[in-house]
């Protein structure tokens, strides 16, 4: 398979005796050898490790598997100091002010570098090599939040993961909201107040462009706005602007709830955000769980990329998932783990699982998903919805060794089934044995 091995014979890693899950188009499993140099997959081939052959680093799999990292293409880190919040049912408004909002916005900077070191950490050990972080502290433009996003985008650079941040700003909020803000600044511990959550257009967009002045290679910054219904059409256009000025994308919360993707002033959201052309660049659409056909229609001919997010949804008592519908409509979709105050585990092999028994108790479309389009979803499909397909998600010559190595020596892996059913539904969260991001060593379990 490899093109490369006749002239390169010294990689910086090689990983051998592995059974390596490619999810290359053909859904490749090779029994055989990775070699790794500078940052990206150099040479995949089967059997043993010719002569000649040299590394400065060896890793024998020891016959386990080889998959590409995970790509979670939705998630909050900052709210992770709140995931011992999640041991009681809670109504939608209960939790968004009571435990998320409760916790971002008392959040100091110290705080916010401990939430994102655990977040990193989580990552790591989880395998998950890319994520898309929909980030925010509120006072979105104030010194405070810029302090903040700063001291996430460091922590993000330290951990050698590609990990997207796309802070959440806000304009305006729903009318329908009033009663329930009021009741939430009444009870916070805090100091809630509604204008934490949201500023003038001007500020809110300058805040947005200075963000995505800090974009680096391994954390690019994305705009996004929380919900479409809290924003301005002059804010959603000046957002998309700035993405795609910068080459990189946009990302909301869509069609989440029932009103949600009724939109406002009689405008449905998908409708709203095709007439501002907001997704003629990069966009990724969270959840999405209520949208007709026409609509989904138009987010696939858009090339709207959708988040699903099971964990969370179940846990927010959600009772339908848009998957099947979604994907039969031709919409790409990936796997988002959301936010650690709902689903506190960072654990994508949970995530698919999840995923699989949501759609076949709640599912929707004409058929449902087995455990091999679950792997897909949480590796390739993830890197299609975030554009990155060229670059991550399938182990490929000329891809960044973005890679996990999973110990298959556990009890619970016998009888022997295939590989990509065998990580979905056999493995647990400590098989997980190394992973690599871009080559380097993110995670070892020693
Ligand atoms: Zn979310």
Redesign the pocket.
């Known amino acids: 398979m490899s093109e490369e091995l006749g002239i390169r014979r010294g990689f910086d890693t090689v990983i051998a005796d592995a059974t390596i899950v490619t999810m290359n188009p053909a859904r490749d499993v090779v029994s055989g050898w990775v070699g790794i140099s500078d940052g990206l997959i150099a040479a995949v081939d089967s059997g043993p490790v010719p002569d000649g052959v040299h590394a400065e680093q060896w890793v024998s799999a020891g016959g386990g598997i080889v998959h590409p990292g995970y790509v979670s293409v939705?998630?909050?880190t900052a709210d992770t100091l709140a995931r011992g919040e999640a041991g009681e049912a809670r109504e939608f408004f209960d939790w968004l002010f009571g435990v998320y909002y409760e916790s971002v916005l008392g959040l100091s900077n110290d705080d916010v570098r401990t939430a994102a070191t655990l977040a990193a950490g989580d990552l790591q050990r989880a395998g998950i090599t890319t994520v898309l972080d929909?980030w925010g502290v509120g006072d979105a433009g104030s010194p405070r939040s810029r302090a903040a996003l700063e001291t996430t985008i460091a922590v993000a650079e330290a951990s050698g993961l590609r990990w997207i941040v796309a802070p959440m700003v806000s304009d305006s909020m729903p009318s329908a909201w009033g009663p329930v803000l009021d009741s939430a600044a009444a009870s916070s511990r805090v100091g809630f107040a509604a204008e934490r959550l949201y500023g003038a257009t001007a500020d809110v967009l300058e805040f947005a462009e200075w963000a995505s002045s800090l974009s680096t290679s391994r954390v690019p910054v994305w705009t996004s706005v929380e919900l479409p219904e809290m924003a301005s059409d002059e804010l959603l256009r000046g957002l998309a602007a700035v993405a795609t000025d910068a080459g990189q994308g946009f990302t909301t919360?869509l069609c989440?709830s029932v009103p949600g993707a009724a939109g406002i002033d009689g405008e449905r959201a998908v409708a709203r955000l095709e007439r501002l052309a907001v997704y003629e660049g990069r966009m990724v659409g969270?959840?999405l769980t209520f949208t007709d056909s026409a609509e989904r229609d138009a987010l696939a001919a858009g090339g709207v990329g959708a988040?699903h997010?099971a964990a969370?949804t179940m846990f927010g008592g959600g009772s339908h998932s848009a998957l099947g519908e979604l994907r039969a409509s031709g919409v790409t979709v990936g796997l988002?783990l959301?936010?650690a105050s709902l689903n506190t585990t960072t654990d994508m092999v949970g995530e698919m699982r999840h995923v699989l028994a949501f759609d076949r108790s709640a599912g929707s479309g004409p058929s449902r998903l087995t455990a091999a389009d679950a792997l897909a979803l949480a590796t390739i499909d993830g890197a299609r919805v975030l554009g990155l397909e060229d670059s991550i998600g399938s182990i490929e010559v000329g891809k960044d060794a973005d890679l996990v190595l999973v110990d298959t020596s556990g009890p619970w892996w016998r009888p022997d089934v295939d590989a990509a059913t065998g990580i979905v539904l056999r493995s647990r969260a400590d098989d997980i044995r190394m992973v690599f991001a871009r080559g380097a060593v993110v995670h070892s379990r020693g």
């Open positions: 939705h998630q909050h929909c919360h989440a969270a959840h988040a997010c969370s988002g959301d936010n």
